[in-house]
Nanobody, 122 residues
Framework: QVQLVESGGGLVQAGGSLRLSCAAS????????MGWFRQAPGKERAFVAA????????NYADSVKGRFTISRDNAKNTVYLQMNSLKPDDTAVYYC???????????????WGQGTQVTVSS
């Protein structure tokens, strides 16, 4: 059974930084691409970033490009999302997902974590 457990969310002031982690178990981590999505209240779940199996290729939503960095450590079965220069609009529940392509579509991801809340105050 696949488990994805996010951590690192919290409350931060605008301009601050947070680092999210997602620990995976139950599958061979390096065989899957990994993604981060977010969902704000009243909005659909939206793509944030994705990383290939080796970590050599990444993909970002335009709204976070240059501020967020996705990375992975296959030895630790963990994917990270470093978030800098946070804005109130970044407030959402952040989900990690395990998938089959470095894709922006949530339908390409098979397994999902429970999410971690990120709140950015102005």
């Amino acid at each position: 059974q696949v488990q994805l457990v996010e951590s690192g969310g919290g409350l931060v002031q605008a301009g601050g930084s947070l680092r999210l982690s997602c620990a995976a178990s139950g599958r061979t981590f390096r065989d899957y691409t990994m993604g981060w999505f977010r969902q704000a209240p009243g909005k659909e779940r939206a793509f944030v970033a994705a990383i290939s199996r080796s970590g050599g290729s990444t993909n970002y939503a335009d709204s976070v490009k240059g501020r967020f960095t996705i990375s992975r450590d296959n030895a630790k079965n963990t994917v990270y999302l470093q978030m800098n220069s946070l804005k109130p609009d970044d407030t959402a529940v952040y989900y990690c997902a395990m998938g089959v392509a470095t894709s922006r579509s949530l339908y390409d991801y098979r397994y999902w974590g429970q999410g971690t809340q990120v709140t950015v105050s102005s």
